[in-house]
């Protein structure tokens, strides 16, 4: 972060100040952290790195919660996943229980299939298509 420590915190773009916030975060070395789309704003390199940050931290005993959207993402680095729908508990468990093509289809409307992943246990999702919309 000492890139930053010259500028003001409101002068720093979206991604920037998200990486201010989440390093005030982890420089607390919280034995619990709870993440609401920790990545939003950043730049897809900027993601997998803080991702590999956050599951670092996991292995040596850090807890951590975070809500993601990105499904490939949370199936990458998430040992847990829970899916929720219209703030209704769908699914619980490890990746490749929890994400299926059926799941995609009533949670999401869309049309996907599990693609090749170097981990069984770690799905790569797919997307097809929405499906038709019944309105």
Known sequence: MTAFA?????????????????????????????????????D?????????LLRRKAETGTTIVLALH?????????????????GHFIAEGPPHIVLTSALML???????HLGDSKDPLRPLIVF?????NPD
Do not use: K, M, W
């Not at 201010?20 to 975060?25: E, F, G, I, K, P």
């Open 128 to 132: 097809d298509d929405a499906a038709p």
């Open 44 to 52: 897809i390199r900027a993601q997998l790195q803080l991702l590999s």
């Open 6 to 42: 010259d500028r003001r915190f409101s002068t720093l773009f979206g991604g920037e100040q998200q990486r201010v916030h989440l390093a005030r975060a982890l420089a607390q070395e919280p034995r619990l952290l709870l993440l609401d789309e920790p990545t939003s704003h950043l």
């Open 106 to 112: 009533s949670v999401y409307g869309v049309h996907a």
């Open 70 to 86: 990105d499904l490939n993402l949370a199936s990458r680095y998430c040992d847990h996943l829970v899916v929720l729908a219209n």
